[in-house]
């Protein structure tokens, strides 16, 4: 499976982005699709993530703000966020592993598959 990222970009804070996530050599039914992000010094962190059966799940920090869906006919998972602060400034990661039909998915850990990542910058 290959994932491309896309939507970041330069955005103040208190703005909003919606990351996309696409999807090529599988279909989202089979895959679970994760959203990770890391900054400059820092270690990679865990968004949120989507199953096979369209289940999400966020890390307890990035509840409220981010919101993760999928489009199933395009193949594409995407993030939305919002009230964006300075501290989400990172490069945006999506990443895939096989759901084999469960509903639980957990961005503590890396997932087997990785796409390029987006850049999301916050600035006023």
């Known amino acids: 499976v290959q994932l491309q990222a896309s939507g970041g970009g330069l955005v103040q804070p208190g703005g909003s982005l919606r990351l996309a996530c696409a999807v090529s050599g599988g279909i989202l039914d089979h895959w679970s699709i994760g959203w990770y992000r890391q900054a400059p010094g820092k270690e990679r962190e865990g968004v949120s993530c989507?199953?096979?059966?369209?289940?999400?799940h966020y890390a307890d920090s990035m509840k409220g703000r981010f919101t993760i869906s999928r489009d199933v006919a395009k193949n594409t998972v995407y993030l939305q966020m919002n009230s964006l602060k300075l501290e989400d400034s990172a490069v945006y990661y999506c990443?895939?592993?096989?759901?084999?039909?469960?509903?639980?998915?957990?961005?503590?850990?890396?997932?087997?598959?990785w796409g390029e990542g987006t850049q999301v910058t916050v600035s006023s």
């Open positions: 989507i199953t096979g059966d369209g289940t999400a």
């Open positions: 990443s895939a592993e096989e759901s084999y039909g469960s509903s639980y998915c957990d961005t503590r850990y890396g997932m087997d598959y």
